[in-house]
């Protein structure tokens, strides 16, 4: 895929968010697995430390998992997120962006969402993307892609 359809999802503070973006910024669209886990809050944890960098360089961040909004709420004010959790209980996020995949741990095979990034820019075309994300670097990585462009 190299260019989004066009999507309004249900986020958190009672937002819709669409993608693309209608203010013309680019999206940082991160995936995770699921809310309050230890790598899925270092990586939200290290984008809201980032986060006035992503502003500067015209970017909004949106992470998004299955969990629903209310768990987004409090993993949201927990760890003092200045950027929005977008809900996708349905899965339709995860299935257009192919981020709902078999996946293995100690043996066990199930379907769970693939941690990945994706930079969309304005026109909802996807400038970068990763998949498999290990957490430890990635979000500087991200911020050094954006910059660049």
């Known amino acids: 895929m190299n260019k989004v359809q066009p999507i309004t999802c249900s986020a958190t503070n009672n937002l819709d968010v669409s993608i693309p973006d209608p203010q013309r910024r680019n999206i940082i669209l991160y995936f ?11 990586e ?17 961040i949106y992470g998004v998992s299955k969990d629903s909004l209310a768990k987004h709420e409090k993993f949201k004010d927990k760890q003092a997120f200045p950027f929005e959790l977008i809900s996708d209980e349905q899965g339709e996020l995860c299935e257009a962006f192919k981020v709902w995949q078999l996946k293995k741990f100690m043996g066990r095979e199930y379907m769970g ?6 930079i969309i820019d304005p026109d909802g075309n996807i400038l970068k993307s990763w998949d498999k994300v290990r957490v430890k670097g990635h979000v500087k990585e991200v911020l050094e892609a954006l910059q660049s462009l």
């Open 44 to 60: 939200g944890q290290d984008f809201r430390d980032n986060h006035q960098a992503f502003v500067d360089a015209n970017a909004v």
């Open 113 to 118: 969402i693939v941690r990945s990034t994706f």
């Open 32 to 42: 995770y697995p699921k809310d309050a886990t230890p790598g899925c809050t270092t």
